[in-house]
């Protein structure tokens, strides 16, 4: 096992190891590209949408994909473009905050959203 692999991302567990192109974490099961960035230059956390693209507060992105939404009978077809988003810590994976026409004030996890 090498020293040098880093910690894990989500528990940082310090027993990482390589698996092919991939590292693993053993603790918590997770399993990551070590090219892939999960922080900028100052430090931040760098959100990217379902194709790659990083995000930023103001942006405009068209979710990929139909979502339910409880208490709602259609849901959030896909293709429906959200303005002006708000990138946020959230619960559960839902890191963008931002208002839907129809639906209102609601949380999006940026993997079901693509950079317009």
């Known amino acids: 096992m090498s020293d040098n692999l880093p910690a894990c991302p989500a528990c940082s567990g310090a027993h990482t190891y390589e698996m092919g ?29 379902a194709v790659g693209n990083v995000l930023a507060d103001g942006d ?3 979710v990929v994909r139909t979502l339910k939404v409880k208490g709602s009978p259609t849901g959030i077809k896909a293709g429906t473009k959200v303005r002006n988003i708000r990138l946020v810590d959230g619960v559960d994976g839902h890191d963008i905050d931002c208002k839907v ?4 004030a609601m949380q999006l996890k940026s993997s079901v959203v693509k950079k317009a």
């Open 60 to 62: 405009t992105v068209t």
């Open 21 to 49: 192109a991939l590292l693993v974490c053993p603790e918590c099961g997770l399993e990551w590209s070590p090219s892939e960035e999960t922080a900028d230059e100052s430090g931040s956390k760098v959100i990217r949408d």
């Open 101 to 104: 026409d129809g639906f209102g």
